[in-house]
């Protein structure tokens, strides 16, 4: 017994784990709680879309669950994984290790598939008994019709036009969206119950309202007013703005264009503008923008792909006057991020100039209904 007592040890005691409460062990009392967040790709995605949910269902190679899983948000997979700016992989903590997960392409894929495999999605059979009208069948007016067709609803889109899409189909150039995969998917949206009365213009809502006895009404009209500004001309006839030249390039006849296009802005439809003219035929293309890269409207890529197809791009120059083949420019210096002139002047050479200023929505034909309140906001 004595000589047991005096022996050395070489190991650490062992811990009494059933008394142990601060740290691991049988008788843990503080737990980690699972809290159920949405990531901040989901977050920042404009159609709110589970994207984690349909990722993992790709990756898994269940496509058409996947598929399923993306619709219940956005009927236009293959609309957006093409021409969405995907604000969602911007903020994808995935970035901050290597890259951002590509939700974008995985979505593209998917919305192709569909389209391939020809998977539609059967009207409800739940049926509310209430009549919505959807005026407008731009992205807008599409994605409202889908969910409320879906949740029983009777839904009827009127819109202006002969076909849907809205600026989908009369703004975004068919290079970039091919007109196909929006005919597409807007035939899976009709096969789903919602019903589409083109060239049906509203322009009396109320009237409508009562006459469809409608129970709501979801107005989607879009911004399709041009924004204006005074250039003095002398050849009026050779100024376009860009969404009637889009829409026209799009339906045809197709614009005259001299050889020469300048195009006024700095945003994505000026973008869409100096390369369609380029595509066009026209020998040169060029953007005249008031303020410099870092503070143009338009997203970075578009600004590069333009250049990389050889539009070039006058920054910092606003256009005072245009005469025939040629437009005054006076370049401009950035004071807080705004254009200031510096009264300097110079002549760029140019046949069409194409005003790509932004749009305004008409909503003259709501002004007549008691109770509607406008509001301006700045955008
Ligand atoms: C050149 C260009 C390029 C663009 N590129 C992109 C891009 O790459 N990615 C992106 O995310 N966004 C892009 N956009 C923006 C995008 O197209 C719009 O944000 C989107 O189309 C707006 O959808 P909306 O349904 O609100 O309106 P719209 O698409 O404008 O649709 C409105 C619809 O309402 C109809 N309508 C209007 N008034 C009436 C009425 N009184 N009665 C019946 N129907 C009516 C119109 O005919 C139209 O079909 C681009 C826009 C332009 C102009
Ligand atoms: S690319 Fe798709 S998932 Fe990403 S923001 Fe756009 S619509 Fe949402």
Redesign the pocket.
């Known amino acids: 017994m004595i000589a047991m007592a005096n022996e050395l040890r070489d190991l650490t005691r062992e811990i009494d784990l059933s008394r142990h409460v601060s740290g691991t062990g049988p008788l843990r009392s503080q737990r980690p709680l699972y809290v159920d967040f949405k990531p901040p790709c989901n977050h920042a995605c404009p159609a709110g879309e589970n994207i984690q949910a349909w990722l993992s269902l790709a990756q898994s190679g269940e496509y058409h669950a996947a598929f399923e899983k993306l619709i219940e948000e956005n009927p236009l997979p293959a609309v957006h994984g093409r ?3 995907h604000p969602c992989e911007e903020s994808c903590n995935r970035s901050a290790l290597d890259s951002p997960v590509s939700i974008h392409a995985v979505e593209r894929f998917l919305g192709d598939m569909a389209i391939r495999e020809g998977w539609l999605v059967p009207p409800s059979t739940h049926r509310t008994g209430k009549r919505v009208m959807v ?8 994605s409202a019709a889908w969910h409320l067709s879906r949740m029983g609803h009777d839904v009827q889109v ?4 002969p076909v ?10 068919a290079y ?2 091919p007109r196909e995969v929006l005919i597409a998917e807007v035939s899976r949206i009709q096969a789903a119950g919602v019903h589409f009365h083109y060239n ?4 009396n809502l109320a009237l409508e309202k009562a006459k469809g006895m409608f129970d709501a009404v979801f107005i ?5 007013l041009s924004k204006k500004v005074h250039i003095p001309a002398r050849d009026a006839g050779k100024v376009m703005d ?2 009637r030249f ?1 829409h026209d390039a799009e339906t045809g006849p197709p614009p005259q264009l001299g050889r020469r296009v300048a195009v006024y802005g700095g945003g ?2 000026a973008m ?2 100096a390369r369609t003219a380029l595509r066009m035929g026209a020998d040169e293309a060029m953007i005249i923008y008031r303020r410099d890269r870092e503070h143009m409207p338009a997203h970075d890529f578009e600004a590069d792909e333009a250049l990389a197809e050889g539009v070039k791009i006058h920054w910092l120059r606003s256009i005072k006057s245009l005469d025939t083949g040629e437009v005054l420019v006076e370049k401009m210096a950035l004071e807080d991020g705004k254009p200031v002139p510096t009264g300097e002047f110079e002549t760029l050479e140019a046949d069409t100039v194409i005003l790509a200023l932004g ?1 305004e929505t ?1 909503t003259a ?1 709501l002004h007549a209904i008691p109770g509607i309140q406008f509001k301006r906001t700045a955008l």
């Open positions: 021409v969405c700016y005026v407008g069948a731009g992205p807008s007016g599409l009127f819109e202006a036009g849907a899409g809205g600026m989908m189909h009369f703004g975004i150039p970039r969206l049906h213009k509203i322009e989607a009209v879009g911004a399709h860009a969404v889009l994505n439809t869409d503008a749009q008409d034909f």
